[in-house]
């Protein structure tokens, strides 16, 4: 059964910082493109950004330069590492894991900027 599980999400001041994880299992962690979306309220879902299984990173253009996503195979685990946050970055995050031609989703963690 493919369990994927985000965490790390919360309150946080305008400027400040939070690093999102993602723990996927029962998956061949280690080939699975991973990628962190988020959706605001009202508002469409939305790539953040992306790793392959090789490393190679994506970001969308309202957070490159402040967010970095990062993996750890050993761990099953990638991470988001959010810095410099804004209001707008308010949504709900979620994680997918893309393994052989498959989308494996998270229920998403809460990231509320705002003070």
């Known amino acids: 059964q493919v369990q994927v599980v985000e965490s790390g999400g919360g309150l946080v001041q305008p400027g400040g910082s939070l690093r999102l994880s993602c723990a996927a299992s029962?998956?061949?962690?280690?080939?699975?493109?991973m990628g962190w979306y988020r959706q605001a309220p009202g508002k469409q879902r939305e790539l953040v950004a992306h790793?392959?299984?090789?490393?190679?990173?994506n970001y969308a253009d309202f957070v490159r330069g402040r967010f970095t996503i990062s993996r750890d195979n050993a761990k099953n685990t990638v991470y988001l590492q959010m810095n410099s946050l804004k209001p707008e970055d308010t949504a709900v995050y979620y994680c997918?894991?893309?393994?052989?031609?498959?989308?494996?989703w998270g229920k998403g963690t809460l990231v509320t900027v705002s003070s």
């Open positions: 997918k894991a893309l393994v052989i031609g498959r989308d494996y």
């Open positions: 029962g998956i061949t962690f280690s080939i699975a493109a």
């Open positions: 790793i392959t299984r090789i490393g190679t990173t």
